[in-house]
């Protein structure tokens, strides 16, 4: 199994950064591919940012030029990453920290709410 903990989010102005993380421990060894999604009020979960474990990288077109993923690895955890620039109201979600090995594990999600 795999444990997915976010951190990171919270209240931030227009035009103001956030950074996001999400711990992965447990069977790490077995992911292949991290994601973030990101929930808002009255919407579909959507896909922000993909990074696969040969460093291939997708930005949904909204979030282009403004997030960043990121991977870091340090001991039996690894850490995912998610900068977040620019933000603007429309970016407002529970942002979940998704992780794909032999099954599909997310994490509990943290809220960011970005006021004009």
């Known amino acids: 199994q795999v444990q997915l903990v976010e951190s990171g989010g919270g209240l931030v102005q227009a035009g103001g950064s956030l950074r996001l993380s999400c711990a992965a421990s447990?069977?790490?060894?077995?992911?292949?591919?991290m994601s973030w999604y990101r929930q808002a009020p009255g919407k579909q979960r959507e896909l922000v940012a993909t990074?696969?474990?040969?460093?291939?990288?997708?930005?949904a077109d909204s979030v282009k030029g403004r997030f960043t993923i990121s991977r870091d690895n340090a001991g039996n955890t690894v850490y995912l990453y998610l900068q977040m620039n620019s933000l603007t109201p429309e970016d407002t979600a529970v942002y979940y920290c998704?992780?794909?090995?032999?099954?599909?594990?997310w994490g509990q999600g943290t809220q960011v709410t970005v006021s004009s």
């Open positions: 990074l696969t474990s040969g460093g291939t990288i997708y930005y």
């Open positions: 447990g069977r790490i060894f077995s992911i292949d591919v």
């Open positions: 998704h992780a794909r090995s032999y099954l599909l594990h």
